[in-house]
């Protein structure tokens, strides 16, 4: 009888480590990343999320409800974006009404200078290494410029996506 219930008492032992042992390969396979692309969709309707933060400052956007997009009031417009870990490249893409505008698109650089590239159409996608670029805080920092921008343009953002790539 007493080695029946060591028996009994050794089994709920392993039961125990085995389901707290998977418990933590549970919690530990929810927080790294395990594909190549990490894809952010920005709100256009908040300024802030758990991985980006930006167009802002806010006094420079207006949220336009009945298209759902995002106008540009003035410029430049700053965006940042979480970066968990080693990324070599990110890409931006996305859909805007520039009426006739060319955006730039910079991301800042170690060096603090930063790195353009030009969008003329509506419809883009961009790629940036990230070599030399400036991680603070475990983010990147984007620069939106409209150096033409006047306050009777109608610049529209109707979609981006951030997408970091291994």
């Given at each position: ?59 420079r956007t207006s949220y336009q ?57 509506d419809d883009f996608v961009l ?21 033409n921008l006047t306050p009777t ?14």
């Open positions: 009888m007493l080695l029946d219930a060591q028996k009994i008492i050794h089994l709920f032992r392993y039961f125990w480590l085995l389901l707290a042992f998977s418990c933590g390969l549970y919690i530990l396979s929810q927080n790294i990343i395990h594909s190549r692309d990490l894809s952010y969709q920005l709100n256009l309707q908040e300024n802030i999320s758990q991985n980006l933060e930006g167009l802002y400052p806010v006094q409800a009945d298209t759902q997009s995002l106008q540009i009031l003035a410029e430049p417009l700053y965006l940042q974006a979480y970066v968990p870990v080693k990324f070599k490249q990110v890409q931006l893409s996305g859909h805007w009404f520039l009426n006739n505008q060319i955006l730039d698109i910079g991301l800042k650089q170690k060096d603090a200078t930063w790195v353009w590239q030009k969008v003329s159409n790629t940036f290494a990230l070599d030399n670029a400036q991680i603070t805080n475990n983010k990147l920092e984007f620069i939106f410029s409209l150096p343009d109608q610049v529209m953002l109707k979609d981006l996506v951030i997408t970091l790539k291994r």
